[in-house]
């Protein structure tokens, strides 16, 4: 198996080595959800009500795997800087911990879920109409809840031991049964809504015993659950798995929280069809962000893992490498959106009034989207160095304290309607954005400089 040598292949090659596999897994892992959605849409009769539905449930599956990333990827950058340590103890005390926590929350939250599904669904603006859509196809997913956060959360660990290929092949064992299965569960068997719930609760689950196969049995360091005498002595380990992926599970959960105020301001000022238009402008958001994603994840286990190691010259380079990276990629989209909204609108749903809406809505969400690069370019590099005070401010500060109240201010207090409601987030890319990156800059880069005036003197 090809494994990524951090510590002395060029930077450059690193990065691209890790982050095509993940790009490729993050593309993949989209047709969970962009999948279903198309099918959905073209279901006869109901395919633009039922689209909805399934927009109102993707707060709780953003929750869902907020939660798997809490201990995810809260885990892997401080297994990675244990691995540059030449800490193997220390690393595998750290994974095994995160899989028991995963394990744990996974079924708290089926639980939870399963028992106030209806409640949940009209807290997040679920209309009669929309309910009898939404409800069968929730609690169908949630029944895959285990396998969802084992396939998400502990593949960080497969790209933290260098292994980016057998993560990517992780995700596409289940994004390519899902794209099987869909069609045959929604069609075939005319399942409809819950037909593409099945399909991808049965792709999750192939995805978690490949990833369960090879971090038991093939992997240079192995996972397994903790003992009752481990469990009494994990305090430590939990608490800074916990604390460095609140940054991570504080921008989803806050992802979601966004989602559920747009659906409520929605609903009261264009009705049921503008939740289908954020439906899709969500979606393409998950497409154009996939690589960006991948970009950072595959930067960050190189950033920690030097960081441990104390090389402060090739955690500048990776930096600088992932920003232009990000940068060349997000100005080609940003055009594709500007320039061609119908052709990504389109992908989604045939619905003339439906696009019509969208058009408009979707170039103003996406105005200032460049400036969302600073955001993710000073968040991840907080979180591969164990900034955890500076993550997890970031990510409260765009989206609760600026996001939200915004959401809300300007379609009522300045009559702006929906478009007050696409405008709040591009308004918050520019100011939270620029906000993280300046203090990264701030911060880190002194570290770094003083790092290696250390490392000379030594």
């Not at 719930?197 to 689950?205: D, E, G, N, R, Y």
């Amino acid at each position: 198996m090809k494994r990524i040598d951090f510590e002395h292949g060029s930077i450059p090659s690193n990065i691209l080595n890790a982050a095509m596999p993940m790009l490729v897994a993050q593309l993949l892992s989209l047709l969970y959800n962009v999948i279903d959605r198309i099918y959905i849409a073209r279901i006869p009769d109901v395919g633009t009500t039922a689209l909805g539905a399934v927009g109102l449930c993707f707060p709780i599956i953003v929750i869902i795997t907020a939660f798997s990333n809490l201990f995810g990827s809260g885990g892997a950058p401080l297994f990675s800087i244990s691995r540059g340590m030449n800490d193997s103890k220390k690393a595998s005390e750290i994974m095994n911990t995160s899989y028991t926590m995963v394990c744990g929350s996974a079924i708290v939250l089926m639980g939870i879920g399963l028992c106030f599904t209806r409640p949940i669904l009209h807290l997040f603006g679920a209309s009669d109409a929309a309910l009898g859509y939404a409800c069968p196809y929730l609690m169908l997913y949630l029944i895959g809840t285990l396998p969802s956060m084992i396939a998400t959360g502990m593949n960080s660990f497969i790209n933290a031991q260098g292994y980016a290929t057998i993560g990517m092949t992780s995700v596409a064992i289940g994004a390519v049964a899902n794209c099987i299965l869909d069609p045959i569960f929604i069609f075939v068997f005319h399942l409809g809504i819950r037909g593409a719930a099945i399909a991808t609760v049965l792709s999750q689950t192939l995805s978690a015993v490949f990833v369960l196969y090879f971090l038991k049995k093939k992997s240079e360091l192995k996972v397994r659950l903790l003992t009752k005498k481990e469990l009494a002595v994990c305090g430590e380990n939990a608490k800074n798995i916990v604390s460095l992926g609140t940054a991570g599970f504080i921008m989803q959960l806050t992802n979601s929280l966004v989602s559920i105020c747009c659906n409520n301001v929605l609903s009261v000022t264009g009705g049921d069809i503008y939740i289908s238009v954020m439906t899709i402008i969500s979606s393409i958001r998950q497409l154009v962000e996939a690589p960006i994603y991948a970009m950072n994840e595959g930067s960050s286990p190189i950033l920690s893992y030097n960081y441990g190691a104390r090389r402060p010259k090739r955690i500048k380079q990776a930096l600088l490498t992932m920003a232009l990276m990000i940068f060349i990629y997000t100005a080609v989209m940003w055009s594709v959106i500007i320039l061609a909204p119908h052709f990504l609108i389109k992908i989604f749903s045939s619905d003339s009034q439906l696009i019509n809406n969208a058009v408009p809505a979707l170039k103003l969400y996406f105005a200032a989207f460049i400036f969302m690069d600073l955001q993710y370019i000073g968040q991840t590099t907080f979180k591969s160095l164990n900034k955890k005070k500076q993550a997890i401010f970031f990510s409260l500060l765009r989206k609760v304290f600026i996001v939200v109240p915004l959401t809300y201010l300007l379609p009522y207090a300045l009559h702006m309607g929906t478009r007050g409601v696409f405008m709040a987030e591009p308004v918050s890319n520019v100011i939270g954005g620029s906000l993280c990156f300046v203090t990264m800059l701030c911060t880190v880069i002194p570290e770094l400089n003083r790092m290696g005036k250390s490392s000379k003197d030594n």
